[in-house]
């Protein structure tokens, strides 16, 4: 299996630009999560989705913040406008409900200049 | 609230020392315990999890962790470090079980390990 594959790895830009995460779950998982890792703050959850579905959006700093699911092989999480704070590396994971165990992707490093 | 807590930030040792990393969770009941570790510039990977059964797990690359239900804790051990452990070591918590939250993994505040030569 070719594990969970996000796109792009590394992404500068700047302010006020939108920006476009991608990633594609491992085959077979019904569970997505993205998470951003910073310094300050650690692994965060920002949502994760159940077949599809977006079960838990808390996480999600402001409304420049939005993620889809449109079909059990993809998921995008968009920021528009960036800002220089949203600076960090965002994961994706997957899951299946009978193992509970989080695989993540490389993740993508975002800068905002 | 729901949480884990891994007490050390940063720990350094030296080559061949034992390790040990606390970490503890605040959930009551039946909960699925995982450890990962994050090796500089990569992603998280499992290093080993308990689902049930001996409290002992035993994971990858000489790693084991023991859960003791009276005190809400999985703490993370090996008995020989060496110098490629350096990494950040996470410790996370499903209580879907309890919370309806399904898979989501609640995780620590990670402890990053540093072993010297």
């Known amino acids: 299996d070719a594990g969970v594959i996000q796109s792009p790895r590394h992404e500068v830009t700047e302010m006020g630009q939108e920006v476009t995460l991608r990633c594609k779950p491992i085959?077979?998982?019904?569970?997505l999560f993205w998470y951003r890792q910073t310094m300050m703050r650690g692994l965060e959850l920002l949502i994760y989705f159940n077949n599809n579905v977006p079960i838990d959006d808390s996480g999600m700093p402001e409304d420049r913040f939005s993620a889809k699911m449109p079909n059990a092989s993809f998921s995008t999480l968009k920021i528009q406008p960036s800002e220089p704070r949203d600076s960090a590396v965002y994961f994706c994971?997957?899951?299946?409900?009978?193992?509970?165990?989080?695989?993540f992707g490389e993740g993508s490093r975002l800068t905002v200049l | 609230a729901q949480s884990v807590s891994q007490h050390n930030h940063h720990v350094i040792l030296s080559e061949a020392a034992s390790l040990e990393l606390g970490c503890n969770y605040s959930y009551g009941g039946t909960v699925n315990l995982f450890w990962y570790v994050q090796y500089p510039g990569q992603h998280l990977q499992l290093l080993l999890k308990y689902f049930s059964g001996d409290p002992l797990v035993k994971g990858i690359k000489g790693f084991e962790a023991e859960f003791i239900k009276s005190k809400f804790s999985f703490n993370l051990r090996k008995p020989s470090v060496q110098w490629s452990d350096t990494a950040e070591y996470f410790c996370a918590v499903n209580a879907g079980i309890l919370t309806g939250g399904g898979n989501k993994l609640t995780f620590g505040t990670g402890t990053q390990l540093k072993v010297e030569l």
């Open positions: 994971a997957s899951s299946m409900t009978e193992t509970g165990e989080l695989f």
């Open positions: 085959s077979g998982h019904d569970y």
